[in-house]
């Protein structure tokens, strides 16, 4: 069965790869014997996570790209596949929630759409789409998104960012239902409010944390076993799939954290 786990050998590309969720993922599958490519818009971040890969004994490159561009996109492919020969896995990690501060619909520009579009869910499009023949034509592959629980529920003045993880979620269904036929396996990773900062070893409580069935806000490094067996053999039979890492946050009620009804409960 831990067989069935390793990564040795396999080529993994991780697209917002420099920080958080990320950087967690790729020293995880590093870790499990994979080598990785880490693609971002910040050089130095990225390179960070190269450095880091390489200390564990794996190889790396570091490929500085804007995956809201597709001709960066397929640069960072090409580099890939030059230097490893191939790309077994795609993880589409990249997305930002920065400059999106709730707001009412009238007061987003076009261009505070389009950026919040592009990067959360244009880019999960393009790197599909650049790894998808290759992994048809071979017969295999992975692709792994990740979205947010607000792909699944509303958050209120939250537009850009949920609706692009919403687009998210059903890109999944999509690429799994249409690629799978070709030996190419999609699933996506759903994760709550996960802290990107080391863990504090005295922490206090955040004020999010009673709304989490768990009681605590996860951390960084708890999604790499996550990505190491979607990414592995081990979840061959996983297709289409949503793999939830919130602490039981979506389970506690699909309604955004902190919304309690406005009229009183009458029993």
Request: include cysteine.
């Amino acid at each position: 069965m831990l067989a069935s786990l390793s990564m040795e050998g396999k080529t993994v590309v991780v697209t917002g790869g420099g920080t958080g969720l990320g950087r967690a993922m790729s020293l995880a599958l590093a870790k499990a014997g994979a080598n990785i490519v880490v693609a971002a818009r910040r050089a130095v971040l990225i390179e960070e996570t190269a450095v880091a890969v390489r200390a564990l004994g794996r190889r790396a490159l570091a490929v500085p790209t804007d995956v809201t561009e597709s001709a960066q996109v397929a640069r960072m492919a090409a580099r890939a596949r030059e230097e490893f020969g191939r790309i077994d896995v795609l993880i589409n990690n990249a997305g930002i929630v920065r400059d999106q501060r709730a707001k009412p619909i009238w007061e987003i520009t076009d261009d505070e759409w389009r950026v919040g579009i592009d990067v959360n869910l244009s880019s999960a499009f393009y790197c599909a789409r650049e790894v998808a023949r290759e992994m048809v034509d071979r017969g295999s592959g992975k692709i792994i998104n990740v979205a947010s629980g607000l792909g699944f529920r509303g958050g209120r003045d939250n537009y850009m960012y949920g609706a692009a993880k919403g687009g998210i979620i059903n890109l999944t269904r999509v690429l799994a239902t249409s690629l799978s036929r070709y030996g190419v396996i999609v699933t996506c990773i759903v994760p709550g409010f996960v802290t990107t900062r080391d863990p504090d070893p005295n922490p206090t409580r955040a004020p999010r944390d009673p709304f989490i069935p768990v009681g605590r806000t996860g951390v960084a490094t708890e999604i790499g076993p996550l990505a190491v067996y979607l990414a592995s053999d081990a979840s061959s039979y996983t297709n289409g799939d949503f793999f939830i890492l919130d602490g039981g946050g979506l389970a506690g009620g699909y309604a955004p954290t902190g919304y309690a009804p406005e009229v009183a409960l009458e029993i």
